[in-house]
């Protein structure tokens, strides 16, 4: 079912040129948000949240960087939902990704996707979505991480850092230490790291201390029921932290 809100005028991008040869990283310094709030459908819905509100809510707090996720949705709602997503972000300055899906990501003009091991490889991807868009790659192990520096690639996660009961990932959890030394090895190309997984208000300071330079929450920004103030009150923690 759609949302009834595709709009091809949606956050006009300027036009992506091909995408760059293996190994090239576009743009491998721009500093990355603190906090990745992610917009997962099935999450929001046990919530009691529609993507967009919760939407609005994470942008009311302060976040600036949204990753829409809807594993089970049709394509057609998908784009619907991203393309609103861009919308309401684009008003204030924000980042949105799409998860899994490069062509959604390019027909909603997010700024970039997400991609899986499972999923399109990212010289794949970035061929769809174009050189200057944003293209993050999930990693689990330190040969991943090995592997991922070494693609056209914007950004790499590393996780699950702790356990979570948000999705199956198949893998453990990998603790800080791991995130230190993958956010070591992925700064010797100039990659920020998004740590993902279990992390909560009380966890998300020791994560970015240990090296990521972003935070990706799913469940803990909807668990006390005022997502625009849990979003405040991690951007606010996380400012403490020093040399991020």
């Known amino acids: 079912m759609g949302l009834g809100i595709r709009d091809s005028g949606f956050g006009a991008h300027a036009t992506r040129g ?26 929001a819905a046990r919530a009691g949240w529609t993507i967009l509100d919760l939407a609005r809510a994470f ?6 960087f949204l990753q829409v996720r809807a594993k089970h949705a049709s394509s057609a709602w998908l784009l619907d939902a991203s393309s609103a997503v861009v919308a309401l972000g684009q008003a204030v300055g ?15 003009r ?15 991807a970035r061929a769809i979505v174009g050189c200057d868009a944003l293209v993050g790659l999930s990693t689990h192990t330190l040969k991943q991480v090995d592997a991922a520096t070494s693609q056209p690639v914007s950004y790499l996660a590393i996780g699950p850092v702790f356990g979570t009961a948000t999705k199956a990932t198949g893998h453990a959890a990998i603790g800080l ?44 920004l909807v668990s006390t029921g005022d997502p625009e103030a849990r979003v405040h009150a991690y951007l606010d923690r996380l400012s403490q932290v020093s040399d991020v």
Do not use: F, M
């Open 110 to 124: 997010a700024h970039g996707v997400h991609l899986g091991q499972q999923d399109l490889d990212p010289a794949s």
């Open 18 to 43: 091909p995408h760059p040869q293996s190994g090239q990283i576009p743009n491998p310094k721009s500093r990355i948000p603190l906090l990745n709030a992610i917009l997962d459908k099935d999450v």
């Open 59 to 64: 942008l009311s707090g302060g976040a600036r």
């Open 177 to 220: 230490d791991l995130v230190s030394r993958a956010a070591a090895r992925a700064r010797e190309r100039g990659l920020p790291v998004v740590a993902i997984g279990g992390i909560t208000l009380d966890t998300a300071a020791d994560v970015i201390g240990a090296g990521a330079s972003s935070v990706a929450v799913i469940s803990d």
């Open 94 to 108: 924000a980042t949105v990704v799409v998860n899994d899906r490069a062509d959604i990501a390019r027909l909603s």
